[in-house]
């Protein structure tokens, strides 16, 4: 029996109470039937004085739906004919098996193949209605490589839907009732105003059992480098969200959807951890905004790789606080090369807008239209300075992810060995053939080096700002290193900096 709908094992023993105390139970009815004057019974028509969400829910509601797809998927092979007999040669099912080969053989003088083998998948999901005339929002997994979209209204009607569009890189899709009539829509919320601690509500359908509100508080905000998707910024909240909840709305204390349900951290449990995130309505709005006006996302683009800011990378750039994003390289000829960024540049805001760190600073640019100008300041050699930027459109070969933060050790620089970088090693690594530098041989497991997150092979090409040619050079540099130690590495032709 589903371990949610078992009933209780005390049923039985409360029943065999009531039969075999009858006389005292007839009594407590006849004392119930004519109560005295004393009870006093609830007055159906008086408002409830206590604090309650169900006017929030109750608005709410009908704004979310259930959606189910389809897809088929290979899940192996099966014999097939050219002549059409579908039966594999029974010499073949007798020593093989009916799952035998892939490709074409002979068997009794006919042709046979093995046909892949297709099942149909089916996947629960939930959607919010953001207009009346049948745009839903969702999640992209809910409805990627669906054949079939099924929207089911809160009054159960059921309706085919289309995939509008999708943007895997913030698992946001919009779908598209075509045949929809006065559909109430949610009230859309300003999620870059949500705080800590505020009250939240999530709607949706978890494991299939119907719509279902939970209740919780913002946990945290701005919520990155979990490795869910390409763009994060995930409103974090405790309110329970399990499978099904997927596409569903997050919604604050006034019923306005500031999120979309996204993902939980299960930690290994199919169920709510009290960890859940939502896509911040911001985000989601803009993707469904470009997808409705364009058919596709577009996202501006800077041009560096950023990295974290650490207390040891903050230290050796003697820079006071810990805050901002890291430029570990520069694309040629990108919007940031164009603008003078350069390597070593600790971009502190944008627009005036404090950046807080790597994954902030690539979401805060990917909302933006390609062609925006926008002024970035940066923190360079000890001062503050501004720089005009005119973004341009994210090429697809250069989307790639935020290089990984640096270590924090305040240690000087052991267990590592290097040797000088020359044409083979250079092609190896793929770096050019007049790079310099030295390369990292092999890295103690238990070093401070290794704990920083220097591997083998990466090419360390300055020590705190001074240039390595070579390993007389780096001996030179390490000599006179004190504290932190700053290394900026080429790693898989890409540069970032780590302090150890």
């Excluded at 099912?93 to 799952?99: A, M, V, W, Y």
């Excluded at 002979?106 to 089916?122: A, C, D």
């Excluded at 949500?194 to 494991?207: E, H, I, K, R, S």
């Excluded at 859940?276 to 006006?293: E, H, L, S, W, Y």
């Amino acid at each position: 029996m589903n371990a949610l709908l078992r009933r209780p094992k005390t049923a039985a023993v409360t029943m065999v109470m009531a039969l075999g105390l009858g006389g005292l139970a007839v009594a407590a009815a006849d004392h119930l039937i004519n109560p005295p004057a004393t009870f006093k019974f609830a007055n159906a028509d008086e408002p409830a004085s206590r604090n309650s969400f169900a006017p929030v829910v109750k608005r709410v509601l009908p704004s979310v739906v259930t959606i189910t797809s389809s897809r088929m998927v290979k899940t192996g092979f099966q014999p097939g004919q050219d002549g059409g007999d579908d039966q594999l040669p029974p010499i073949f099912r007798q020593f093989f098996g009916d799952d035998f080969g892939q490709g074409q053989g002979q068997g009794n003088g006919r042709q046979f193949r093995m046909m892949p083998r297709q099942q149909k998948e089916t996947g629960l999901g939930s959607g919010v209605i953001v207009s009346p005339n049948g745009y839903i929002l969702t999640n992209n997994h809910v409805v990627d490589h669906a054949s079939t979209v099924t929207v089911i209204m809160p009054d159960k009607h059921e309706y085919k839907a289309r995939v509008v569009g999708a943007d895997p890189k913030t698992d946001i899709a919009v779908v598209k009732v075509d045949d929809a009539r006065n559909m109430e829509p949610v009230t859309i919320g300003d999620s870059d105003k949500v705080q800590v601690g505020d009250y939240v509500l999530a709607v949706g359908n978890p494991f299939g059992i119907g719509k279902t509100v939970t209740m919780g508080i913002v946990s945290a905000t701005g919520r990155a480098n979990l490795g869910i998707e390409d763009y994060e910024d995930f409103i974090q909240t405790d309110a329970a969200i399990n499978h099904g909840n997927s596409g569903g709305a997050l919604v604050n204390d006034r019923g306005e959807l500031i999120g979309i349900n996204t993902a939980i951290l299960a930690n290994g449990s199919e169920g709510n951890q009290g960890i859940g995130f939502a896509v911040p309505v911001t985000v989601a709005r803009n993707v469904m905004d470009q997808i409705i006006k364009n058919g596709k996302v577009t996202r501006a683009y800077l041009g560096v790789m950023a990295q974290e800011v650490t207390p040891a990378i903050a230290r050796a750039f003697k820079e006071s606080e810990v805050r901002g994003a890291l430029v570990g390289d520069v694309t040629p000829n990108s919007p940031a090369e164009k603008a003078g960024l350069q390597k070593g540049d600790i971009i502190l805001d944008v627009n005036g807008k404090p950046v807080n760190g790597s994954a902030e600073l690539r979401m805060h640019i990917s909302l933006m239209a390609p062609g925006t100008k926008v002024q970035v300041t940066v923190f360079r050699d000890g001062a503050q300075r501004t720089l005009p930027v005119t973004l341009a459109e994210m090429p697809t070969e250069t989307a790639k992810a935020d290089q990984p933060e640096g270590g924090n050790s305040e240690d000087s620089l052991q267990g590592i060995q290097v040797e000088n970088v020359n044409a083979r090693t250079a092609r190896q690594l793929g770096l050019s053939a007049t790079a310099t530098g030295v390369v990292v041989t092999n890295v103690d497991p238990n070093s401070k080096a290794a704990e920083s997150g220097l591997k083998r092979g990466d090419v360390i090409q300055e020590v705190n700002h001074r240039a390595v040619r070579n390993t007389q050079d780096f001996e030179s540099a390490m000599r006179s290193a004190k504290d932190a130690t700053l290394l900026l590495v080429n790693r898989q032709g890409s540069t970032m900096y780590l302090a150890v």
